[in-house]
């Protein structure tokens, strides 16, 4: 029965990175990053109550994809590719409701025009 005997298998933030790595394919990463980690931070957003042991593992889940993204946000050198891979960790941090990061990483997005995106998006970060 394989069913008993699954292994865990291992997140894509938890996968080493072999540096130095392109900007491109640092954008993919953080792009497959929040990708993997949208399911939990949907269930974290919709959450009452955030420290319930229930949804403790998807918080974890949650902040670790964001943390690792944003590591390799910084070191992305071209500023509109940073630009667009940050707003993408933007997006995942407002569906998990967590909007003072959310917030934080907004002011960091020097491009007017994905700023001005995310603003139509998410009208509640401006004015911040």
């Known amino acids: 029965m394989q069913w008993f005997n699954k292994t865990k298998q291992p997140e894509v933030w938890d996968e080493a990175i072999e540096w ?21 931070a949907e269930k ?10 229930k949804i403790e593992p998807e918080v974890e889940r949650y902040e670790r994809a964001a943390k690792v993204a944003m590591e390799i946000a910084m070191k992305i050198s071209d500023g509109l590719l940073r630009d667009a891979a940050v707003r993408q960790i933007v997006d995942l941090c407002l569906t998990a409701n967590h909007t003072t990061t959310a917030r934080t990483l907004f002011r960091a997005i020097q491009s007017k025009s994905i700023s001005q995106d995310v603003l139509k998006e998410h009208p509640t970060l401006e004015g911040e």
Do not use: L, M, V
């Open 20 to 40: 130095p790595i392109g900007d491109i394919e640092a954008a993919q990463k953080i792009r497959e990053i929040c990708r993997s980690a949208s399911s939990s």
């Open 44 to 53: 974290i957003g919709g959450a009452a109550d955030r420290s319930h042991k």
